[in-house]
């Protein structure tokens, strides 16, 4: 009898895995023969992109529409610069323990957001970053409300960044924008390559289930509230870190850039929506629109945040899914295929066609 299994993977999912491995391929290159303000463009799509995904993993999967993410963008970004500043740590694992104290940020708070649905959730996400923003306005150690820069010696001294200067021969502040890239395009594809995981997984269905309907999903077993605190606390580190990489690029901080609610979360939804929420190449397509209208209407002041606004407006009234929802809806071609599909075994067809052929 024949055998059934069952699989994601799509013939197109399979040619972008191929496309994707030379693209990355080609970026880890790209230092050799782009320019460095190229490099610049490049880290800022990638790092709006890992925000992106997580936003996306948050809103799109587990249902938590949080306006605050950037709590853990300047948070982290705060703890990296006590841990170079204060402490003397190497900015690299300054990084990592911005992602650890953005996690630990993350439990505190979740035991007062997870108390909230719906609008008064992505209300109370907002209230906390905004109490975040106020207490660390107060940390005069690292400048209080102006402020403060990376010391000079910190990443001049970088083992890495001498490493990446010696081996491509330029000097030590464009060698960190390289180390810095280099960083965000690891950590962009750890990012997709673990929620692509994840939501193959068991806990992926469940956080489907739970994002279409959370007391069905209860009813059949989905631990809803486990879940959830699960994509929380990820995301929050993911963020932290993503936060911590951006500031040690910029070398500087101040309360109300880190913690921007226009620059790390409205800009991000806007990616999100634009792109296709609920999928992971939407965020993919929104970044890559968001750059490009960004780069066209910036000398326009406000009427650049304007046409971003209609232009949101205008992609959730004619296209609810997204740029890339549109696309999948005509074409059916989709990169990262996570629904399940009941497909005859390859083999035991073969097998099958040939066992016909003797009984014939």
């Known amino acids: 009898m024949p055998q059934w299994g069952i699989e994601t993977k799509t013939r197109a999912s399979r040619a972008f895995l191929s496309v994707a491995a030379i693209v990355v391929a080609a970026g880890i290159a790209a230092p050799l023969f782009l320019s460095r303000s190229t490099i610049q463009d490049l880290f800022f799509i990638l790092t709006m992109l890992v ?53 630990l940020l993350s439990l505190p708070l979740g035991f007062f957001v997870f108390r909230l649905q719906g609008a008064y959730f992505a209300i109370g996400t907002w209230v906390v970053a905004e109490v975040v923003r106020l207490l660390l306005a107060q940390w005069r150690a690292l400048g ?28 030590s502040a464009q060698a960190l924008d390289i180390l810095t890239y280099w960083l965000a395009l690891l950590l962009a594809c750890l990012t ?35 879940l959830k605190w699960a994509v929380y606390v990820s995301v929050a580190f993911v963020t932290g870190v993503c936060g911590a990489l951006i500031y040690v690029q910029k070398a500087r901080i101040s309360p109300d850039a880190a913690f921007s609610v ?16 609920g999928t992971l190449e939407g965020p993919i397509v929104g970044v890559i629109v968001f750059f490009l209208l960004q780069n066209t209407l910036a000398d326009y002041g406000s009427w650049y945040l304007l046409v971003l606004g209609l232009i949101g407006i205008g992609v959730m009234l004619f296209a609810p899914r997204g740029l890339w929802g549109l696309f999948t809806d005509r074409t059916g071609i989709q ?11 390859q083999e035991d067809a073969s097998t099958d066609a040939l066992q016909g052929g003797r009984d014939g």
């Open 262 to 277: 226009i620059d790390w979360t409205a800009y991000v939804i806007f990616i999100v929506v634009i792109g296709g929420i």
């Open 144 to 171: 209080g409300g102006t402020g403060t820069s990376l010391p000079n010696t910190a990443t001049r001294d970088m083992w890495a960044a001498r490493l990446v200067a010696d081996l491509l021969g330029v000097r």
């Open 51 to 103: 925000l992106a995904q997580c936003w996306n993993l948050l809103a799109g999967y587990a249902g938590l529409v949080s306006v605050g993410q950037q709590a853990f963008v300047g948070f982290g970004a705060y703890a990296m610069f006590a841990c170079v500043s204060l402490a003397g740590f190497d900015p690299l694992i300054a990084i990592v323990l911005g992602g650890v104290a953005a996690t």
């Open 335 to 345: 990169f990262f295929p996570v629904r399940r599909r009941l497909v005859k075994r």
């Open 192 to 226: 997709m390559g673990f929620i692509y995981w994840l939501l193959r997984t068991r806990q992926g269905l469940g956080l489907a289930a739970i994002r279409d309907n959370q007391e069905a999903a209860r009813s059949v077993g989905v631990d809803a509230a486990s």
